[in-house]
């Protein structure tokens, strides 16, 4: 990275990545070394955080639900107010900034003031979840689309998904801040025609040494979402994809057989 892309005055929003500090971009890493200040999300790993220099200063904004501790007009606000002092700020987000980060607006207000910002992509927790399963969320012949859905609604509210849409049995969905929305997602997608025995993922604390997987079916989502969430962040992954690897595998010699039958 050449220095004339960090000026003083300038953010980026980086990319954190799932958790895992390996996970991180090269990009991401250099720009945090290089930063004077980093504004960072409450679900920005521990070992990712590491990584900041000491004389780098650390500015939690962390939101979750439930427990918000800035409102977004705040953290934009000392976006602003930093870059405008001639810091070279970070904004490091969970996953990636693109992805129900609200980067957007932050991106906005700063261009409103002026402020050149910019974006280091991340990896997506859909994305490490698949890898640490071991499996394809887009899997020949069962996947032939992936769709990133934010579950998060506000409080006493359902969520307003277009469920028949989503009752694709040739998709692979993946529920991000799925905690609180598992019972409503599991009947709202077997209401809009979806099998109840079709596989799901439903994963906490992706790449880092707590993660935690449980294989489930729709039908039972709650329930095992119940068993392992408590109050950790969640991913739920909904489709024939995400089969445990054993029974995809079975499923297509039986497809193979009765093709050479038929």
Known sequence: MRADDFPPGSVWLVGAGPGDPDLLTRKAEALLRCASIVFHDALVGPGVLALIPDHVRRVPVGKRSGRHSRR???????????????ERVVRLKGGDPALFARSAEEMAALSAEG????????????????????????????ARRVEFVT???????????????????????????GRTAAADISRNLIAAGLAAATPVIVACD?????????????????????????????????????????????????????????
């Not at 977004?72 to 001639?86: M, R, S």
Request: aromatic share 4%; proline share 7%; hydrophobic share 50%.
């Open 72 to 86: 977004q007009e705040a953290i934009n606000h000392l976006l602003i107010e930093a870059a405008v002092e001639g």
């Open 115 to 142: 402020i050149a910002v910019r974006i280091c992509p991340g990896i997506t927790a859909a994305s490490a979840a698949a890898a640490s399963a071991g499996l394809s969320l887009s899997l020949r012949g069962k």
């Open 151 to 177: 579950a998060h609604a506000a409080p006493g509210r359902p969520l307003d998904l277009d469920w028949t849409r989503l009752a694709d049995p040739q998709a692979t969905i993946a529920f991000y801040m």
């Open 206 to 262: 992706i790449s880092l040494p707590e993660e935690t997987r449980l294989q489930t079916r729709l039908d039972l989502l709650p329930f095992a979402v119940a068993a392992i969430a408590e109050d950790r962040p969640t991913l739920i992954i909904v489709g024939e994809a995400v089969a445990p690897p054993g029974m995809v595998m079975a499923q297509a010699a039986a497809t193979k057989a009765a093709d050479a039958q038929g």
